[in-house]
């Protein structure tokens, strides 16, 4: 008999292991506490999680396979995996072990700890799911200086013919990112979000009430938007392809107070739990584009294309590139705490507040509100990226660490020292103001940088740019604007600083 685990993010149903029907095979699947509790969780992510995995042991079950899952209020929900493993292969004669390899390095760090304890062989299994391995892009940048994703991205698209015409990018350009900027104000209409029948699992939600785990944020049918089967991810896929894809592209970086979805298709969840599969999600969006090209641009389908098929392999390929050391790197020197108001929402400045509920209430924002809101702020008043990392990976249901860690201490707060990125990603308020309608409605004026009425990210913006600037004075793209820095009178420059220093102290009051 083997005994095969299957862990809370490998809902691959196309999985090689459930092509055949062995009697002989045991699948086990845990909601285990030591998951539900390593960081403080969105409870929609805990439910999306419980919820999908439930909804995979059912679907294993249909198909004939042998499952055995113990719920969040099980005793082995408390107990230590390794024990939990021990205790069924003393149970039920276990000759073999078998896992397909995690995703995050503590549990692959746990995983070979636990193998190497049995007294019964064991094997690993690639996941079947990523179209590189965990050495790909280790491979694919040796002796470079820079780890470009842009080069990652066309060599990906040639070796996997995506958008390709004899040999040369379909339009005649690798990226239009140019196009994708645009700002949305209130046309064309946008869809509803896509929700399945279910609108949520209450039973999942009841039993994780009862199991007593702390969470963040708050739970609610009509806010909830995750996929509990691969049934309901396809038709989720199918929905952005019909009714989304048509702008993706155009407004993918806009942010609006009175639209938390825009045109974005919402399927990362179901990705990063393996639910779907990367290309058939790129297959389906480009085969609905060559059937409509006349209403749809391939801007819009490029754009969705580079996150899947360029970044979303390439974070992946950063993230084992880098581990385990990238997880302490703190490049900046940055020690301050995370604002209470990242748990609450209440805060005055208008995108801030936007950003923050709308993750609270719905376990999910788009890049730009990670990026260039929250991520933004927390950089400019130099919070610990430890801090940062716990937040992100809590509050988004599409948070596993390999895609959370390389994305926030990289590319958001730049503490790898631009591993990833190659300037850190900070603005002043005229970005947020450029890409959304957040500094309409704000107490604050995103055309000043002092005074009681300034928008705080501009004096944030210019203090750390004058308070990091020995570790960008070789840094080419930071150089115009150093130069304007310098520009700045000093006794403005004074004033902005005094007033960005009384923001970093306390920003809970702002």
Same mark, same amino acid.
């Given at each position: 008999?083997?005994?095969?685990?299957?862990?809370?993010?490998?809902?691959?149903?196309?999985?090689?292991?459930?092509?055949?029907?062995?009697?002989?095979?045991?699948?086990?699947?845990?909601?285990?506490?030591?998951?539900?509790?390593?960081?403080?969780?969105?409870?929609?992510?805990?439910?999306?999680?419980?919820?999908?995995?439930?909804?995979?042991? %059912?679907?294993?079950?249909?198909?004939?396979?042998?499952?055995?899952?113990?719920?969040?209020?099980?005793?082995?929900?408390?107990?230590?995996?390794? =024990?939990?493993?021990?205790?069924?292969?003393?149970?039920?004669?276990? =000759?073999?072990? =078998?896992?397909?390899?995690?995703?995050?390095?503590?549990?692959?760090?746990?995983?070979?700890?636990?193998?190497?304890?049995?007294?019964?062989?064991?094997?690993?299994?690639?996941?079947?799911?990523?179209?590189?391995?965990?050495?790909?892009?280790?491979?694919?940048?040796?002796?470079?200086?820079?780890?470009?994703?842009?080069?990652?991205?066309?060599?990906?698209? @040639?070796?996997?013919?995506?958008?390709?015409?004899?040999?040369?990018?379909?339009? +005649?350009?690798?990226?239009? !990112?140019?196009?994708?900027?645009? $700002?949305?104000?209130?046309?064309?209409?946008?869809?509803?979000?896509?929700?399945?029948?279910?609108?949520?699992?209450?039973?999942?939600?009841?039993?994780?009430?009862?199991?007593?785990?702390?969470?963040? +944020?708050?739970?609610?049918?009509?806010?909830?938007?995750?996929?509990?089967?691969?049934?309901?991810?396809?038709?989720?896929?199918?929905?952005?392809?019909?009714?989304?894809?048509?702008?993706?592209? !155009?407004?993918?970086?806009?942010?609006?107070?009175?639209?938390?979805?825009?045109?974005?298709?919402?399927?990362?969840?179901?990705?990063?739990?393996?639910?779907?599969?990367?290309?058939?999600?790129?297959?389906?969006?480009?085969?609905?584009?060559?059937?409509?090209?006349?209403?749809?641009?391939?801007?819009?389908?490029?754009?969705?294309? &580079?996150?899947?098929?360029?970044? &979303?392999?390439?974070? &992946?390929?950063?993230?084992?590139?880098?581990?385990?050391?990238?997880? @302490?790197?703190?490049?900046?020197?940055?020690?301050? @705490?995370?604002?209470?108001?990242?748990? %609450?929402? $209440?805060?005055?400045?208008?995108?801030?507040?936007?950003?923050?509920?709308?993750?609270?209430?719905?376990?999910?924002?788009?890049?730009?509100?990670?990026?260039?809101?929250?991520?933004?702020?927390?950089?400019?008043?130099?919070?610990?990226?430890?801090?940062?990392?716990?937040?992100?990976?809590?509050?988004?249901? !599409?948070?596993?660490?390999?895609?959370?860690?390389?994305?926030?201490?990289?590319?958001?707060?730049?503490?790898?020292?631009?591993?990833?990125?190659?300037?850190?990603?900070?603005?002043? +308020?005229?970005?947020?103001?450029?890409?959304?309608?957040?500094?309409?409605?704000?107490?604050?004026?995103?055309? $000043?940088?002092?005074?009681?009425?300034?928008?705080?990210?501009?004096?944030?913006?210019?203090?750390?740019?004058?308070?990091?600037?020995?570790?960008?004075?070789?840094?080419?793209?930071?150089?115009?604007?150093?130069?304007?820095?310098?520009?700045?009178?000093?006794?403005?420059?004074?004033?902005?600083?005094?007033?960005?220093?009384?923001?970093?102290?306390?920003?809970?009051?702002?």
């Amino acid at each position: 008999m083997k005994l095969r685990l299957i862990l809370g993010d490998q809902l691959n149903l196309k999985h090689s292991w459930y092509s055949n029907h062995e009697e002989d095979t045991l699948y086990v699947m845990y909601e285990l506490d030591q998951e539900a509790t390593y960081v403080v969780h969105h409870i929609q992510k805990i439910v999306a999680f419980f919820s999908a995995m439930q909804g995979f042991a %059912t679907d294993l079950r249909d198909q004939g396979h042998q499952v055995l899952y113990f719920d969040i209020n099980s005793l082995e929900s408390k107990k230590p995996l390794k =024990e939990n493993i021990k205790k069924l292969i003393d149970q039920k004669g276990i =000759e073999k072990f =078998e896992y397909q390899l995690p995703d995050e390095y503590r549990m692959d760090q746990q995983l070979n700890t636990i193998a190497e304890s049995l007294d019964i062989p064991s094997e690993s299994f690639d996941t079947e799911h990523f179209l590189t391995s965990r050495t790909d892009l280790k491979t694919f940048f040796e002796g470079k200086k820079q780890l470009i994703m842009e080069f990652f991205y066309r060599n990906m698209r @040639k070796k996997y013919d995506l958008l390709m015409e004899q040999g040369q990018p379909l339009g +005649g350009q690798w990226n239009f !990112d140019k196009n994708n900027r645009k $700002k949305w104000k209130g046309d064309p209409t946008i869809p509803a979000p896509f929700q399945s029948g279910e609108r949520g699992n209450q039973k999942v939600y009841e039993s994780l009430l009862k199991s007593g785990i702390k969470t963040i +944020g708050v739970y609610n049918a009509e806010n909830y938007l995750f996929p509990a089967n691969r049934k309901e991810a396809l038709a989720q896929l199918d929905y952005f392809c019909k009714h989304l894809l048509i702008h993706f592209g !155009d407004y993918q970086d806009a942010m609006h107070t009175e639209e938390r979805n825009l045109f974005h298709s919402r399927i990362s969840f179901a990705l990063n739990t393996k639910i779907l599969h990367p290309m058939e999600v790129m297959e389906s969006v480009i085969d609905y584009y060559n059937k409509n090209q006349e209403t749809i641009a391939l801007s819009q389908v490029e754009g969705f294309v &580079r996150q899947i098929l360029g970044w &979303r392999e390439y974070i &992946r390929g950063i993230y084992w590139r880098e581990m385990p050391v990238y997880k @302490k790197q703190n490049h900046l020197d940055n020690f301050n @705490k995370l604002p209470d108001f990242y748990w %609450t929402g $209440k805060t005055q400045m208008n995108c801030l507040k936007e950003s923050i509920t709308d993750s609270l209430e719905t376990a999910y924002a788009h890049h730009i509100q990670r990026l260039m809101i929250t991520g933004n702020f927390a950089l400019l008043i130099q919070c610990h990226p430890d801090e940062v990392d716990v937040w992100y990976l809590g509050i988004y249901a !599409d948070a596993i660490e390999w895609v959370q860690l390389p994305n926030t201490r990289g590319m958001s707060q730049w503490a790898d020292g631009g591993t990833v990125a190659t300037k850190p990603y900070v603005s002043s +308020g005229s970005y947020i103001h450029k890409m959304s309608n957040y500094c309409g409605t704000c107490k604050y004026d995103r055309s $000043k940088r002092t005074g009681e009425k300034a928008c705080p990210f501009n004096s944030l913006y210019w203090n750390f740019l004058d308070d990091k600037k020995e570790y960008f004075k070789k840094n080419n793209r930071m150089a115009m604007m150093l130069r304007l820095l310098d520009k700045i009178p000093l006794l403005e420059k004074q004033e902005i600083k005094n007033r960005a220093m009384s923001i970093i102290e306390n920003p809970d009051a702002y």
